[in-house]
Structure formats: structure tokens, C-alpha cells
T-cell receptor
Framework: TQLLEQSPQFLSIQEGENLTVYCNSSSVFSSLQWYRQEPGEGPVLLVTVVTGGEVKKLKRLTFQFGDARKDSSLHITAAQPGDTGLYLCAFPTGGFKTIFGAGTRLFVKA | NAGVTQTPKFQVLKTGQSMTLQCAQDMNHNSMYWYRQDPGMGLRLIYYSASEGTTDKGEVPNGYNVSRLNKREFSLRLESAAPSQTSVYFC?????????????FGDGTRLSIL
């Protein structure tokens, strides 16, 4: 059983559509990170959220941290083919270890 | 700006062969990490090095060894490769081994063991 459950596992949409992907756990997070991994490359950090209820925006991407700090969502407005990739949420445990979810694989068709 | 460089990018081995995956970072980071990524499993930590001269086991260390050669370089060795070690391996680094610091990843080594 994954500590971090990401949904959906796979999403294929048309350019211009909006979408939301989710990261859930039964544990409370001190903070949570979102990474994007493009095909053939390593993950790249997009954002870190630390406060319950926090909302951060990065251009067309909106990240929300749940009030109870057990879940997070990533909303993309007007998706573009360049948004294609694997979106990973990650839980920094406070020690040396970061726990990663299995990811949501997004494909945006032109 | 190279960041984190991994070599080789691809490798095919036969069961029982050994090999070393190389990783180097040019960001003067203290901490380095090795992960494996398998479908549906996410990234799993194999070993990490909090600072030069130290290494520690992560979540899935069996079958692997590491060497922190200097501040820049952190290698991963498979002594006797097994098909279960077929995976994509990522090296990462961060300024300090505090887990909410951003980790910078290389582009991975795709390893197949027959």
C-alpha cells in the first residue's frame, strides 16, 4: 500500500481542457512537494506547500494543500501539449527520506 | 549548467554481471541520493549520502553498494545483477540532507537485465 495515493493514474485530454489531479494519504504532512517528470528526463520540482489550506499558482498551474494537510491537488487550466508528463507528489518526512507517489501520467493532445 | 549528470544513459546486462552507475553534480551540494523508478511504484530510495564521507541505506538497498568518491561524485554498484533490478535509476542531489529541500535529479540510467 502506497503512503501517497495519486489519482488518476493516467489522463489523456485535448489541448485547451482543464484538469485536476490528486494526492491523498491517511497521514498528516508537514509539507508536500509536486514534481513534473518529462519523458526521458528526471523529475523537476514545481512547488512546495507547507501550510494547511495554502494555494500556490505557477502560471496555469494551481496547487492546493488540504486544510488537514492530508491531501493536495494540482489544477491545470487550458492544458497545452508541453504539459505532458508524469506528475509526482512527494512527502518530505522530516528526516533524510522523501516518499514519492507513483504519479499521474498526463498526455495532452494537440 | 550541467546540474546532475548520470552515465551511462542505457545499459543491458546479463544476469550475474556487475556494473557501476556514475553520478556527478556541479552545484556544490552536500547530499546525494540514488533512486529506482518502476511502473506503479514511484521513486524508491536505494542509498543516500548526507555529506562527503557518509553513506546510509534507504528503502531498498539489497543488491546494491555505493561510494561517495568526493563531494561531486556518488556511484551505485550492482555486484551481481538480477532481473529484478531492471529499472530506471535516478541520481539526485540537494544542498543539505533535509528532506523538504528540493532535490535535483539527473536524467536517469535505463538498465535492463536479461
Amino acid at each position: 500500500t502506497q503512503l501517497l495515493e495519486q489519482s488518476p493514474q493516467f489522463l489523456s485530454i485535448q489541448e485547451g481542457e482543464n484538469l485536476t489531479v490528486y494526492c491523498n494519504s491517511s497521514s498528516v504532512f508537514s509539507s508536500l512537494q509536486w514534481y513534473r517528470q518529462e519523458p526521458g528526463e528526471g523529475p523537476v520540482l514545481l512547488v512546495t506547500v507547507v501550510t494547511g489550506g495554502e494555494v500556490k499558482k505557477l502560471k496555469r498551474l494551481t496547487f492546493q494543500f488540504g486544510d488537514a494537510r492530508k491531501d493536495s491537488s494540482l489544477h491545470i487550466t487550458a492544458a497545452q501539449p508541453g504539459d505532458t508528463g508524469l506528475y509526482l507528489c512527494a512527502f518530505p518526512t522530516g528526516g533524510f527520506k522523501t516518499i514519492f507517489g507513483a504519479g499521474t501520467r498526463l498526455f495532452v493532445k494537440a | 549548467n550541467a546540474g546532475v549528470t548520470q552515465t551511462p544513459k542505457f545499459q543491458v546486462l546479463k544476469t550475474g554481471q556487475s556494473m557501476t552507475l556514475q553520478c556527478a553534480q556541479d552545484m556544490n551540494h552536500n547530499s546525494m541520493y540514488w533512486y529506482r523508478q518502476d511502473p506503479g511504484m514511484g521513486l524508491r530510495l536505494i542509498y543516500y549520502s548526507a555529506s562527503e564521507g557518509t553513506t546510509d541505506k534507504g528503502e531498498v538497498p539489497n543488491g546494491y553498494n555505493v561510494s561517495r568518491l568526493n563531494k561531486r561524485e556518488f556511484s551505485l554498484r550492482l555486484e551481481s545483477a538480477a532481473p529484478s533490478q531492471t529499472s530506471v535509476y535516478f541520481c539526485a542531489s540537494s544542498e543539505e540532507a533535509i528532506s523538504n529541500q528540493p532535490q535535483h535529479f539527473g536524467d536517469g540510467t535505463r538498465l535492463s537485465i536479461l
